[in-house]
């Protein structure tokens, strides 16, 4: 099959930008005769007319959308090798970052102030949450910079992979000020519905807390998202179990309130990253700023 001339891409990029054939040839050091006969060599192989006339103005087809679209990312992702392997002067690199889609989205936000917070270049992010089932290949195979887990993966399975242990929140009961204020936690969790996150290092500790104690809560709902968890507690559902920095933003508004005591309960958050020779310069920085002595 016959190869696609990616100078030919180029020069229909510059076209298409410029809606004007003159000025494009201009800019691309190029007789207005000799352009349009490279345009007309990628219409014929793409089978397509990728631009119709209006007046002097060349208007792209839906076609030559479609075309414009895939030169731009074809010749981005070029800028971008030269930034990682080249000179360095390419285009900064996406910055790919895997979450589970139960994780706190407060957690993610912390863990990605640094690059946020910056006076430099915005860095470019693609955030992507899913299952460990799917991510953790994903990162294996390079497609992801880091995933933000809160628990470590199978090393046995995914030998190529290292988890930092990067931080720890206490968990605690939380809920609106008319079901918790004068309140302790083993009496709510005794006389007020419970809203339960599925996590399994929460669960764990939480069925462990109750038996120790003799409780039987009256569980309202169990909840594999901890955004949906938070809103349930904002609708006053119950009260929720939940690390902090899930409800961090309500209990600051004074909507929702921490019921007193401690419950033993701690949910860590790891970074897990793949064994690389060109890691994302982005990544010592943001695991050096949230890495704490587990």
Do not use: K
Not at 163 to 185: E, K, Y
């Amino acid at each position: 099959m016959d190869r696609l001339n990616y100078h030919h891409l180029r020069y229909f990029r510059e076209v298409a930008r410029e809606g004007h054939l003159t000025r494009a040839a201009v800019r691309l050091n190029l007789s207005q005769s000799a352009l349009s006969a490279q345009i007309r060599q990628l219409e014929d192989r793409l089978g397509h007319a990728l631009f119709e006339r209006r007046g002097r103005q060349l208007i792209l087809t839906e076609a030559g959308r479609i075309a414009l679209d895939h030169a731009e990312r074809i010749f981005g992702a070029g800028e971008e090798l030269l930034g990682v392997l080249g000179d360095g002067a390419g285009r900064a690199r996406p910055l790919r970052v895997g979450a589970l889609s139960t994780l706190s989205r407060n957690f993610q936000l912390q863990f990605l102030r640094p690059v946020l917070a910056t006076d430099d270049e915005p860095l470019p992010l693609a955030l992507i949450s899913g299952s460990a089932s799917v991510l953790l290949p994903r990162l294996a195979g390079l497609a992801l910079d880091v995933v933000l887990s809160t628990e470590p993966h199978d090393a046995v399975h995914y030998p190529g992979l290292h988890a930092q242990h990067i931080a720890a929140q206490p968990v605690a009961l939380v809920g609106r000020a008319s079901r918790v204020a004068g309140r302790s936690a083993d009496w709510l969790l005794a006389n007020q519905p419970v809203i339960l996150p599925t996590e399994s290092s929460i669960r764990t500790g939480f069925d462990a807390y109750c038996a120790r104690m003799g409780i039987t809560p009256s569980i309202v709902a169990e909840v594999d998202d901890m955004a949906m968890v938070r809103l349930l507690a904002r609708q006053d559902v119950g009260v929720a179990l939940a690390p902090r920095v899930v409800l961090e933003d309500e209990i600051a508004a004074g909507l929702i309130m921490q019921a007193p005591g401690d419950l033993g309960i701690v949910e860590r958050f790891y970074a897990i990253t793949a064994v690389r020779d060109f890691p994302h310069p982005a990544m010592a920085r943001l695991i050096a700023a949230a890495a704490i002595n587990p």
